[in-house]
């Protein structure tokens, strides 16, 4: 048995209550052994074994007081996953599903994502299990609050820096900063994705999406391709989604569906970007507000096909952009795309897209950008916060996505030239894994058993 298959073997055994762990492990373990064979200090120095598992994860209890003056309590994470080639990073999440798993899982990406970027940082993940729907901005406060009464004891700017994911965007980070202000009366760059008023970059906001589409550019460009005059589903309507759908525009690209939690909007006019900021970051409502506003837009409820998330895949488009969640895109979802004529999938949300979705996209040899690579553009431009708050400096918008503009391109360049360096190009999923495997795993090496 292969060294790989060994050690996930070992990870199956022993983490069988973490699915999606194991799912974000397979999918990385499973192209790594070309690496592994390439060079034997891997396996000599256990590499997969040390990088499988996070250096540290602290769990606590998050208790704070609701509008009626009930006491509430949720469980809270940071998985500190790996600092081999830099502090801690990476988002923090506020859904109901969160738990060590799903965090581990968002973690072990984050490591192989950041290394990607190539900036000096390293990977982790947090969040608790809060749901924000239907609270008030006090309650969403008290609790952001209650988290950082917690959780500042174990970050810092040169130490952990987390910034949002799912339920955490500006208005998170900024009572989560007010608190930790308030706790240690630093007033520091501990948190990415900060407002521009204090120590924010340009740009953070809609790194993700806009990344997304710059890999996707250089993806095609490749091919002698562009995105010009192409129909895109997207799905999810938050911070990812929704710059996506605007850089899309940019780029003579067409949007013609989003989605959320309750419901599905196609549109083959195009979805229209300022009315989705409108209802989703200022009114904070459901997509039926936006079928409200929106005459031409077309609303399926979750109630009217069986699994909620999949509809927004069922439509005639040139590519498909997931921007929603974890396993919101099975095996039949890929084919019904293919089937579709959608000859590109870049990834916005992390592992949207199951293995055996996975598996449809890469026997078909579409262009297919894995979340790990297509995303990272957020993360990277959190990096470029990070290194403004240290020079005590902020930059304009143009450098901001300027930079962040080269680093999507050159991170495709290094995913599509590992691929080809192991004789199988175009695989982005391999190519983008060892890549970012092999910089950390040399990190570890060189730095010895600490
Ligand atoms: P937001 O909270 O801003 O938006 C999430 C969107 O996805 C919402 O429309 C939400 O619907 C929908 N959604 C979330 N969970 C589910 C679910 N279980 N079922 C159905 N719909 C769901 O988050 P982001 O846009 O920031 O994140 C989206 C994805 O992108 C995540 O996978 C995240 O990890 C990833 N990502 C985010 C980055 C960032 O910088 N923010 C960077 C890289 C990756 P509703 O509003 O109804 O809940
Ligand atoms: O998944 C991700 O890369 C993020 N949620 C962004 C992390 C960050 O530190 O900006």
């Known amino acids: 048995m292969s060294y790989s298959d060994n050690v996930l073997g070992a990870l199956?055994?022993?983490?069988?209550?973490?699915?999606?762990?194991?799912?974000?492990?397979?999918?990385?373990?499973?192209?790594?052994?070309?690496?592994?064979?390439?060079?034997?200090?891997?396996?000599?120095?256990?590499?997969?074994?040390?990088?499988t598992e996070p250096e540290r994860t602290v769990s606590f209890?998050?208790?704070?007081?609701?509008?009626?003056?009930?006491?509430?309590?949720?469980?809270?994470?940071?998985?500190?996953?790996?600092?081999?080639?830099?502090?801690?990073?990476?988002?923090?999440?506020?859904?109901?599903?969160?738990?060590?798993?799903?965090?581990?899982?968002?973690?072990?990406?984050?490591?192989?994502?950041?290394?990607?970027?190539?900036?000096p940082i390293g990977g982790a993940k947090g969040g608790a299990d809060f749901d924000p729907k239907g609270k008030s901005e006090i309650e969403v406060m008290r609790f952001?609050?209650?988290?950082?009464?917690?959780?500042?004891?174990?970050i810092g700017a040169t130490v952990d820096v987390p910034a949002g994911d799912i339920g955490v965007g500006g208005r998170e980070i900024g009572f989560m900063y007010g608190a930790y202000k308030r706790l240690t009366t630093k007033y520091e760059g501990i948190l990415t994705g900060k407002g521009l008023t204090f120590g924010g970059s340009l740009a953070r906001t809609e790194a993700t999406g806009y990344g997304v589409v710059y890999f996707t550019?250089?993806?095609?460009?490749e091919k002698g391709d562009s995105l010009k005059g192409k129909k895109c589903a997207v799905s999810g309507a938050?911070?990812?989604?929704?710059?996506?759908?605007?850089?899309?525009?940019?780029?003579?690209?067409?949007?013609?569906?989003?989605?959320?939690?309750?419901?599905?909007?196609?549109?083959?006019?195009?979805?229209?970007?300022?009315?989705?900021?409108?209802?989703?970051?200022?009114?904070?409502?459901?997509?039926?507000?936006?079928?409200?506003?929106?005459?031409?837009?077309?609303?399926?409820?979750?109630?009217?096909?069986?699994?909620?998330l999949h509809q927004v895949w069922t439509y005639k488009v040139d590519a498909a952009f997931p921007c929603a969640t974890q396993n919101e895109l099975?095996?039949?979802?890929?084919?019904?795309?293919?089937?579709?004529?959608?000859?590109?999938?870049?990834?916005?949300?992390?592992?949207?897209?199951?293995?055996?979705?996975i598996n449809q996209f890469l026997k078909a040899g579409i262009n297919y950008g894995p979340a790990k690579a297509a995303n990272a553009g957020g993360v990277?431009?959190?990096?470029?916060?990070?290194?403004?708050?240290?020079?005590?400096?902020?930059?304009?918008?143009e450098t901001v996505d300027g930079k962040l503009h080269d680093i999507m391109t050159n991170l495709y360049n290094n995913a599509a030239a590992t691929a080809r360096e192991f004789g199988v190009a175009g695989n982005l999923v391999l190519g983008a894994n060892i890549a970012g495997f092999r910089k950390v795993a040399d990190a570890m090496i060189a730095q010895g058993v600490i």
């Open 12 to 51: 199956k055994a022993r983490y069988s209550y973490q699915p999606e762990f194991l799912q974000a492990a397979e999918e990385i373990l499973k192209t790594l052994q070309p690496a592994l064979d390439k060079n034997p200090a891997y396996e000599k120095y256990h590499i997969l074994e040390r990088m």
């Open 61 to 119: 209890r998050v208790e704070w007081v609701d509008d009626k003056g009930q006491i509430q309590v949720n469980h809270g994470y940071r998985v500190q996953f790996n600092s081999a080639i830099g502090p801690y990073k990476g988002g923090i999440r506020f859904h109901p599903t969160v738990n060590e798993g799903i965090l581990k899982f968002l973690g072990l990406e984050q490591i192989l994502k950041n290394s990607l970027t190539g900036t």
């Open 144 to 154: 952001c609050q209650a988290f950082m009464t917690q959780l500042y004891r174990y």
């Open 217 to 221: 550019d250089a993806m095609l460009k």
């Open 238 to 308: 938050g911070n990812v989604a929704i710059y996506c759908c605007e850089k899309l525009y940019q780029m003579g690209a067409t949007p013609v569906t989003v989605s959320d939690s309750r419901g599905t909007i196609y549109d083959p006019n195009g979805i229209k970007v300022d009315v989705l900021k409108q209802v989703k970051e200022v009114e904070r409502a459901s997509l039926t507000r936006y079928a409200e506003l929106v005459s031409t837009a077309q609303y399926t409820p979750v109630e009217k096909y069986p699994s909620g």
């Open 330 to 357: 099975n095996e039949e979802d890929a084919k019904t795309l293919l089937a579709n004529g959608c000859n590109t999938v870049a990834e916005g949300a992390n592992m949207p897209s199951t293995l055996g979705a």
């Open 380 to 397: 990277a431009t959190s990096q470029l916060e990070m290194e403004q708050n240290a020079g005590m400096t902020s930059w304009t918008f």
